[in-house]
Nanobody, 128 residues
Framework: QVQLVESGGGLVQAGGSLRLSCGAS????????MGWFRQAPGKEREFVAV????????YYADSVKGRFTISRDNAKNTVYLQMNSLKPEDTAIYYC?????????????????????WGQGTQVTVSS
């Protein structure tokens, strides 16, 4: 049974930073691309970033490009999201997710339907 557990969320002032972590178990972690999504109140879940299974390539939503960095440690079965220069509009619940398909690319799958396992989410609140 796949289990994903996010941590690292919290309250931060605009311009600040947070680092989210997502620990995975119950799957061959290094075979799958991993992604981060977020959902703000009253809005649909949206793509944030995805990283290839090797960790060598990544792809970002335009809204976070240059501010967020996704990374992974396959030895620790963990994926990270470093968030810098945070803005109030980044306020949301952040979820990590496992791609449905074990493939070597990245950037092809960026919708929630492309991912089949999800964590419980971690709240990020950015005050102005």
């Amino acid at each position: 049974q796949v289990q994903l557990v996010e941590s690292g969320g919290g309250l931060v002032q605009a311009g600040g930073s947070l680092r989210l972590s997502c620990g995975a178990s119950g799957l061959p972690f290094s075979r799958y691309p991993m992604g981060w999504f977020r959902q703000a109140p009253g809005k649909e879940r949206e793509f944030v970033a995805v990283i290839s299974r090797s960790g060598r390539t990544s792809y970002y939503a335009d809204s976070v490009k240059g501010r967020f960095t996704i990374s992974r440690d396959n030895a620790k079965n963990t994926v990270y999201l470093q968030m810098n220069s945070l803005k109030p509009e980044d306020t949301a619940i952040y979820y990590c997710a496992k791609d449905r398909i074990a493939y070597s690319g990245v950037g092809v799958h960026t919708t929630p339907a492309d991912f089949d396992s999800w964590g419980q989410g971690t709240q990020v609140t950015v005050s102005s």
